[in-house]
Every structure is written in C-alpha cells, then in structure tokens.
C-alpha cells in the first residue's frame, strides 16, 4: 500500500476541528439561551408553522393601517387598484418584532384589510415579493430572514411561497435548486421567470456575501441556475434591481457588503456601479450576459438602504438611504439619512432628479410676483398716462428706444409693460422647490407603483442612539408631480423606543464617574480625536429666505463643512456629490437650528 497523502489527512484533522468549534459554540448558545429564557430561534419558527397549519379557515376583515415597520414588501396587484403588503420588522430597542400579516390597501376607498390565510409563511423581513397575472393572480415570496426578540439568534430563509389572490391561499413550493438560504437579495419578474440576485447569510460566527443568479420558471415551477458571460458584479446585497420589460434587460445598481479583514474587523463597502443582464433567445438556447454600465446625469451620491420601483417609460424610481460615515471610520457618527427622488432611465444609464413643483404653490408665487411688479410699477405707469395725455402724441424716436429697454408680459388678468428682468426672477427653475412638502428622510422604506402613482411606506431613520421605524403612506403622480399626497401622516404616538439595559448601564457608568469627580472633559478630548463640528458660525438665514435661496448665497460655507466632515473619502466624492451632501448637510442644520 502506499503512504497517505499528507495533505488529504491535514484536511481531515481541519474538519474535526471545525466540527468541534461548531458543537462548542452550539452548547455556549444553548446556555446563554437557557440564561435569557429564549427557546432556539428553528424551535419558535416550527411553532409559527404548526399553528398556520391547525388554521383552517381564511379570516378577511376590515383593519387600521399596518403597524410601524420597515423592510417589508409592497407590492402591487397587476389585475385591481390595489397593494399588498408582507411581511417587515420594528425594534424598539429592547425587542424585535417580525410579521408574516398580509395586508391589501385598497387605492380607491383607502381600506386595509388583513387576511388570515392557512399554511402561511413564516414571520419574516428583508425578503422580496412580485405578483403575477397568472392563474387569477399570484403573490410570489422568497427568503428573507427572522430574528429571535432579543436578537441572539437570526435565521435565513430559502423558501418560496405563492399567495394565490382568486382562491386566498398560501401554498409552500417544493422544488430543489434553488438558491441557499439568504436575506437582502433582490427579485425580478421577467415574463414567466422570477429571476433572483445576491442577498447575504449571517449566522452572527460568520457571513457570506452572494452574486450567483438564479431563475424560477412559473410554468414548470423548476429553479435553475444561471452561468452569464461577461463580468459580474462583485457580491452584494440591498442593491437596486429593475427589469425593462421592453429590451429584455435587467440592471443592477449599489448594494452592500463587507469583507473581514482580520478577526473582528470588517471592511465594509457601499457600491455606486451599474450593471445590465441581458437575455436573448428563448428556452434552452437563452443567453445571459452581464455588462457595466455608463452612467450619466445627476448620479446618486453613496448610500445603502435605498428603495426602489419600476415605473412606466422603463425608469427605475428611488428613495430614500442612508450614507453612514461611522461605517467608514469605526465611529458612532450619525448616519445622513435622504429624501430625495430619483429616476433612473434604464435604457440610457442616465440619472435625473424627480422635481416637485406644487401647483398651489407655484401660483401663490406668481400672483405675489405679480402683486409686487404692479405695485412697484403703479406710479410709473400713472405718470406715463398722464403724459400721454398732455401731449396726445408720442415721439416716434422715444417710443422706439423705450420698446428696446421695455418688455411686455401678458397674463389673463392683466397686461403691463416691466424693465429687464434680474437674474434671480427665474430662480429655482429645475430645482426642487424646498418649502414644498416631502416624507422625512429614511431607509429600508417600501415602494411600489401602481399605473403612474407611487406609493410609499414606513422605513426607518435614526435619532441620535433611537432607531425610529415609520407607519406614514404617501402617494405621489409621477406624471403631475405637483405634491406628495399625505394618506397616513407620521403619527409620533407611535414611534416607541426603549432604552436597552446596555445602554442605561452606559449611563449609569457615566453619571457614576462624574459623580466620583473624574474630567469629562479631558476624558472626551483624550478618547475622541475628531473635534466636534458646529454650525455656529453658519451665516444667518433671513427672514422669509428659502432653504434653496439660503444655500446658493451661503454655498461656499457649506461645502467646506460637507468636505471636512468626509475628510478621509473626499477624494472619492466628485465636486458634484460633495455639493449634494453640502446641501442635504444645510437643510438638516436649519431644521435643527429651528426645533
């Protein structure tokens, strides 16, 4: 016999010992479970499972909005005006709650009911949803993840369910290859195919990041996995994925992941590029390749929790995010959490800034411009008559030099000639308008269009150490775009958060220390070594000065502030981006500066 292959036995004593880490971390959990009197996270999901199944009847019933929540879906039904939502995830700070209701808002009475079906899936957040047509209408979801309520334990589904709308029943597709078990990818239908993209597993030991792409067929209820040409893009999870219906193409935009560098540090990243995957032929002799794409327009600055929707006309409308510095430098610095929109053209590549222009407001603005030219105008005007009528007749020569310095502007109301314009009379123009109402900035929000409305729900947002989740629903004409539509305004009552003990064990270590007579100040000093950064010598905002007029007069103060703030990425933010983040910096000092 020969000598064993030394590297084959090196394999196997690395295999024993994982084995034996693995039965050594799973009897530390086991302890530390039986200590916080928490059953295993698979044991709680069983039980969900077993009462769905002892559920034998559908309860359908009137009910008020969901209950605050963020990274649930919203989808909306192709065949009636209406949304269904599932699913999502609020944490007050002490505990975690997940959900597996399913609600349906009806648009055209602005109902919720909740329907209680047998056999439904378990509680879950982070998942993805898209309905279908298809034998009186489909509601497919996969994945996603559950989290135990102290957050201990977390769990990732691989499972795929179908609500059949028509009939009112969930039902759990059994069909082998498919994707693992993750959370945080994305999900498409291309005419009878879910297409699925990326996500990530975390089982808090270690975490996996994915790019691999998957199809599930609706006809044949088959996965299969999909080898494209081309480069990919690199892992990811939380990107944008939106599928053109015309071209056949589907592109892929941002996400998140990280990378351990070395024990217990992590390198994370939050991707800007742009991919298509393109599909020609059919059936077996489909073809897929992935391709980057150019990008042009006003291109998003970095953030991660971005939400998206398909809209007509092939665009990819978005939301919301958040550009975390603490993420960047290991520092607890909050979060810049935004609310502006966002259309991606599809085809092109091309960014464009969704602009609010309110009807009422722009009106009140003309007829107070008006007001002021004919005001300021009167005398003028009288005294020009008058000495028309003196002289019954004008000089020919001074009638035609006047015609060069004057132009007339007609309205419906009235007539008057006005000297040359400044160029502060067309200020604004392009720009959104910032005394126009928007939702307040979020992340992990839930978007869904329906004909040529957007609608939108919940998310989250930082408030210093709170975590706020949201339950406000907005609607918004993407072909008026003259004014969101509150439905469900934020209701503060709701935004629960308490205190963890760690936290109030923090500040019981604070006050003690004070109390003991130790140097907050010098301690603060030697521990931080970012300086703090005020606005106090911001210049004054006049009265009546819009946030925009403010900005343009006051802009070379705030893209300095904006530059040192991201001192250590300023090379990688284009003057451009800086100056977004200048702006969205301005707008959340002089909301601070007003409460």
């Known amino acids: ?34 200590e916080i009197g928490e059953d295993d996270i698979k044991k709680q999901i069983a039980e969900y499972q077993d009462k769905a199944k002892d559920r034998t009847e559908v309860l359908e019933e009137k009910c008020p909005p969901p209950s605050p929540r963020c990274s649930m879906s919203l989808t909306a039904n192709p065949d009636k005006e209406e949304l269904f939502m599932f699913g999502g995830e609020y944490y007050t700070g002490k505990n975690m709650t997940l959900y597996n209701d399913l609600f349906i808002y009806n648009i055209k009475k602005n109902e919720w009911t909740r329907i209680t079906a047998p ?79 990326g996500g990530f597993h975390d089982n808090l030991r270690e975490y996996k990041y994915f790019n691999d792409l998957y199809t599930f067929d609706l006809e044949t209820y088959s996965w299969s996995r999909i080898t494209a ?43 800007t590029d742009l991919f298509s995957l393109t599909i020609e032929g059919k059936g077996d002799a489909m073809k897929w390749k ?31 995010g958040v550009y ?52 300021e105008m009167n005398e003028e005007t009288v005294e ?33 000639k006005i000297g040359p314009q400044s160029s502060r009379s067309g200020d604004n123009k392009g720009e959104d308008n910032d005394d126009i109402f928007r939702p307040s900035p979020r992340m992990n929000c839930a978007l869904s269009v329906k004909g040529s409305v957007l609608y939108l729900y919940g998310g989250l947002v930082e408030d210093g150490d709170k975590q706020i989740t949201l339950a406000d629903l907005y609607s918004l004409d993407l072909h008026k775009l003259d004014e969101w539509n509150i ?19 923090d500040d019981d270590d604070d006050e003690m220390e004070g109390a003991d007579g130790g140097d907050d100040s010098s301690s603060s000093d030697e521990d931080s070594d970012d300086e703090e950064i005020t606005f106090e010598d911001a210049p004054k905002q006049k009265d009546d000065e819009s946030v925009a007029d403010y900005f343009q007069r006051s802009k070379d103060y705030w893209v300095d502030k904006a530059a040192e703030i991201f001192e250590e990425d300023k090379s990688k933010i284009s003057a451009q981006k800086l100056e977004k983040l200048a702006h969205e910096l301005c707008k959340k000092a002089l909301s601070d500066m007003k409460k």
């Open 1 to 34: 016999m020969g000598k064993k292959n030394k590297k084959d036995k090196k394999g196997k004593g690395q295999e024993k010992t994982a084995l034996k880490t693995e039965k050594k971390a799973e009897k530390r959990a086991k302890r530390e479970l039986a």
């Open 119 to 197: 056999n439904a899936p378990p509680p879950r957040s982070s998942h993805q949803a898209v309905a279908s047509s298809q034998g009186g209408g489909q509601l497919w979801i996969f994945g996603g993840e559950f989290s135990s309520s102290s957050q201990s334990q977390f769990y990732h589904y691989r499972d795929l369910w179908v609500y059949h709308i028509k009939d009112k029943q969930w039902q759990m597709i059994s069909a082998p290859g498919g994707p693992s078990s993750r959370s945080g990818h994305r999900m498409v239908l291309w005419k009878k195919l879910l297409v699925v993209f």
């Open 229 to 271: 040409t081309g480069i990919p893009p690199a892992p990811r999870s939380g990107c944008v994925m939106a599928v053109n219906q015309d071209s056949g193409k589907i592109v892929i935009y941002g996400g998140f992941c990280k990378e351990k560098v070395k024990k217990d540090v992590d390198k994370p990243t939050t991707y």
């Open 290 to 320: 992935w391709s980057q794409m150019k990008q042009s327009g006003s291109r998003p600055t970095s953030r991660s929790g971005i939400s998206a929707a398909v809209a007509p006309g092939n665009r990819a409308i978005l939301f919301g």
């Open 324 to 375: 975390d510095k603490g993420e960047l430098d290991d520092d607890d610095e909050e979060g810049i959490f935004f609310n502006e929109i966002l259309s991606l053209d599809t085809d092109k590549g091309k960014w464009n800034d969704v602009i609010i222009r309110s009807k009422k407001g722009t009106t009140e603005k003309k007829k107070r411009r008006r007001n002021k030219e004919e005001s």
């Open 384 to 416: 020009e008559a008058e000495e028309c009528l003196d002289e019954l007749k004008l000089d020919k020569q001074r009638e035609a030099t006047n015609d060069v310095d004057m132009e007339t502007e007609s309205s419906s109301v009235f007539t008057v």
């Open 487 to 505: 439905i469900i305004p934020e209701d503060k009552k709701l935004q629960v958060w308490e205190e963890s003990s760690d936290e109030e064990d």
